[in-house]
């Protein structure tokens, strides 16, 4: 399953981010509701042993999301994470996350794509599952690399999460107590490599167009559209943009233009 390399690529990207760093950056504050690497990274390491569990083990995901439920809709995950993990942290959590997410890679590489697992809200496919994941380390890993003050370098990996994106354009608006606009938007996007990517029927009056790595920041709330370059034409775009949501769990309002940007580092 391409999706389950595509995963083990981006950690092992955050992961060579991250093997560089002083123990005390693990406590540095991020743009994202004010989460540290080392909350990041309990986060992603929870819920890969979840995605495990789904994959794996029926009776441990449905104990682990019974005991998350409550802290996910009073929007307060680390503080069930941090207990989950006893508290695990620095150099010894990053160690723990970089061993376990190759497990979990090679566990869904094997799987049947179309298994069905189970997960908080509606169950999926392990091949959503395993995306969903490279979904979670990409846009979380994000607000790392901006406190760093670095650019990331994107692959057309994220094509998986453009996927995620566009399929969960009815989830949006579902998670909102909504009906979903109709016509649905065109997408014309432009990859990292150059290819050009598109999506939805072939229209003028409702269209997205732009980079691809922009469209996954809107889409995983790591940017406010306004903060991004994205051409959008339409209310049902517009409509879509403004409260994009590719995860799942209650429905969470983007950042506020200017909130989520890369921290500029001064050199002396």
């Not at 994470?81 to 990053?94: H, I, P």
């Amino acid at each position: 399953m391409k999706q389950a390399e595509d995963f083990k690529c981006e950690s092992g990207r955050l992961e060579s981010l991250l093997s560089s760093v002083d123990e005390s950056d693990f406590d540095r504050k991020t743009a994202f509701r004010g989460w540290s690497a080392n909350e990041i990274l309990r986060h992603l390491h929870v819920w890969n042993l979840a995605a495990y569990f789904a994959l794996t083990d029926e009776a441990a995901i449905t104990e682990l999301l019974k005991e998350a439920t409550p802290f996910v809709t009073a929007l307060r995950l680390p503080v069930f994470e941090s207990a989950y993990l006893e508290g695990l942290s620095g150099k010894v959590l990053f160690r723990r996350w970089a061993e376990f997410y190759r497990k979990l890679a090679d566990a869904y590489a094997a799987a049947d794509p179309s298994q069905r697992v189970m997960w908080a809200g509606p169950g999926m496919s392990a091949r959503s599952s395993i995306t969903a994941r490279q979904m979670e380390t990409w846009a979380h890993g994000q607000a790392i690399y901006d406190e760093l003050g670095l650019e990331r370098q994107n692959t057309d990996d994220i094509q998986n999460i453009v996927i995620l994106g566009v399929n969960t354009y009815g989830w949006t608006f579902a998670n909102r107590g909504r009906a979903a606009p109709e016509p649905r938007p065109r997408g014309v996007l432009t990859a990292p490599s150059g290819a050009l990517w598109e999506f939805g029927d072939d229209q003028d009056k409702e269209r997205i167009e732009g980079d691809a790595v922009d469209f996954c920041q809107v889409v995983t709330q790591v940017r406010n559209v306004k903060d991004t370059a994205l051409a959008i034409t339409g209310p049902n775009a517009t409509a879509w943009m403004e409260a994009a949501q590719c995860f799942a769990g209650p429905p969470v309002d983007p950042p506020g233009p200017g909130i989520r940007r890369m921290r500029t580092v001064c050199i002396e």
